[in-house]
Every structure is written in C-alpha cells, then in structure tokens.
C-alpha cells in the first residue's frame, strides 16, 4: 500500500499544476498543508509548461494498493 500526497496548484496559464510527495505523515494537518503550499507560490521555485504556480487549488491523499500474483 503506497499513499501519495497530491497538491494542486492554479497556474498562471489557467491550468493546474501539481507535486506529490510520497509517504506523507498521517494524520494531515490541512492547515500546514496550505501554508506550505503558499510558501512554495511565494518562493516561485517550480514553473511548469503552464506557467508558474500562483494559486492553491487543493489537496487530496492517494491510497494506492497493489496485488500482484505470481504467473507460474
């Protein structure tokens, strides 16, 4: 089981932008979430092929599971 914490961004094209980073440490504070997400707008150390990061759209957790069976 591997959880993935997606943030989204707004960027200045109009399009959304995001990081994930892997593991994050549960239970999450969304409060430290959008501080850290504003932090990183006002540093503006990430631009994508949509611009840079200017507005906090969201958040979510992704819980992924896998099974994976062994063909003999």
């Given at each position: 089981m591997a959880k993935t914490l997606e943030l989204q961004f707004g960027t200045e094209f109009g399009k959304t932008g995001r990081?994930?980073?892997?593991?994050?440490?549960?239970?999450?504070?969304?409060?430290?979430?959008?501080?850290?997400?504003?932090?990183?707008?006002?540093?503006?150390?990430?631009?994508?092929?949509?611009?840079?990061f200017v507005a906090a759209k969201g958040a979510r957790v992704i819980d992924r599971n896998v099974t994976e069976y062994e063909l003999v």
């Open positions: 990081i994930s980073v892997d593991n994050p440490k549960e239970p999450i504070d969304e409060e430290s979430v959008k501080l850290a997400m504003e932090q990183i707008i006002t540093a503006e150390v990430f631009t994508t092929a949509s611009g840079k």
